[in-house]
Each structure stands twice: as structure tokens, then as C-alpha cells.
């Protein structure tokens, strides 16, 4: 079992990984447009941008989730996964380029930030 899949083993419902991740792009304002925008705003939007084109994914770090995201939201992630914190920007450096590359196969972000299929995709990941 990959990493991914223990994250993401244990499909919906409350405290799920699925529902942390949700949770955690619907926080953002402008959902994935809105989470693009903060890595650009970080100075790794060359990062961001490499997750959501068709070419492979550029590696982030997780003190670099650290700087972008707020430490509210990657708490809250690791209180819904039972996780300390560094262990969850960990986590989500793993995983978020993974989810934002399948919320956007075409290379463009979908017309309303790209959550509505975000389960279905995520399930997808998890094989």
C-alpha cells in the first residue's frame, strides 16, 4: 500500500482523508483558482502551475505548504486525520499535487474552482 493509498483509504464520511481534503480546498477562497493564487502569491507559483499542465509535477516541500497555507487550515487537517501538523503539511505535500493534477487533466482549472467531482476524483487516485 502506497502512501497515497493510506491517506486516502477509508472513503467518505466525517474525519475521512477524502472529506479533510475537501474541507481543506473549500476553506480556500475562490476554491482551486483561490489555492493557485496563494502559491503564486508565495512565490511558488512555477510549482503550482506544474501540477494543474500536462507535464509531470514539480516536488513541494512541506515547509513550503507551511508558507502558503495558513497554519489554521493545516491544523485543522491534522486534527481531522489524527495527525500532528508537520506530519499533515507533510501529507499534503505528498498528496496535493496529485489532487490538483486530476482536478485539472486538461491543464486549464474548471470553470467554478473544480470541486464538484472532487470524491470521484479522489477516488480515482485511490484505485
Request: aromatic content about 2%; charged content about 10%.
Amino acid at each position: 500500500m502506497g502512501l497515497l493509498d493510506s491517506i486516502l483509504g477509508g472513503a467518505g464520511g466525517d474525519g475521512s482523508p477524502i472529506g479533510a481534503i475537501t474541507d481543506l480546498l473549500g476553506q480556500q477562497p475562490g476554491g482551486l483558482g483561490g489555492l493557485l493564487g496563494a502559491f503564486e502569491q508565495g512565490g511558488l507559483g512555477e510549482i503550482a502551475k506544474s501540477w494543474v499542465s500536462t507535464g509531470g509535477n514539480m516536488p513541494v516541500s512541506a515547509e513550503q505548504i507551511q508558507a502558503v497555507l495558513s497554519s489554521g487550515m493545516v491544523a485543522e487537517f491534522a486534527a481531522k486525520l489524527g495527525i500532528d501538523p508537520q506530519a499533515a503539511a507533510g501529507t499534503l505535500a505528498q498528496v496535493l499535487p496529485q489532487v490538483i493534477d486530476q482536478l485539472t487533466p486538461n491543464g486549464q482549472v474548471p470553470a467554478g474552482g473544480g470541486l464538484g467531482g472532487i470524491a470521484d476524483i479522489l477516488g480515482k487516485l485511490r484505485g
